[in-house]
């Protein structure tokens, strides 16, 4: 493959890979932040000291608390000891459900692969 024909598949698959694992620690820190930490729940559905109503509404809630996601796994980052303990004693489904789905990305990642490896061999062949 070259390089003008844009990232490949092993890049692609690193990167779906990175993401899960982001928002795997994302989940984990939010997991701990609510029940350790007693993270306002109720913040996620008002918008500074206005909760919020119809549909553009609906919209700056959903804004408002992907960012607070974001944030709180920024600010939990000092405790990932913690985060990690806490995930694996008190939510192990989460762990688990999050190998499975890098496993599934790394598995079509590789078929992937050879799948482009196979297309480029015939492409070769009828040339």
């Known amino acids: 493959m070259s390089r003008s024909e844009g990232l490949s ?3 692609m698959t690193i990167l779906v890979m990175l993401v899960i694992a982001l928002f795997g620690w994302g989940f984990a820190a939010t997991g701990y932040a609510h029940s350790l930490e007693a993270w306002d ?6 918008v500074g000291n206005v909760r919020v109503r119809g549909g553009a509404g609906g919209l700056m809630m959903m804004v408002h608390s992907f960012f607070d ?16 303990r806490f995930t ?5 489904a989460l762990p ?3 190998a499975l789905v890098e496993g599934l ?3 079509s990642g590789f078929k992937l692969a ?13 040339n």
């Open 9 to 11: 598949v092993r890049t």
């Open 41 to 46: 729940a109720d913040a996620a559905r008002t």
């Open 69 to 84: 996601f974001c944030k709180n796994s920024l600010v939990q980052i000092p405790s990932v000891f913690q985060v990690i």
């Open 88 to 92: 694996f004693s008190e939510r192990i």
């Open 96 to 98: 688990i459900s999050i």
């Open 105 to 107: 990305a790394a598995a």
């Open 114 to 126: 050879s799948v482009e490896r196979e297309m480029a061999r015939n492409s070769r062949q009828r």
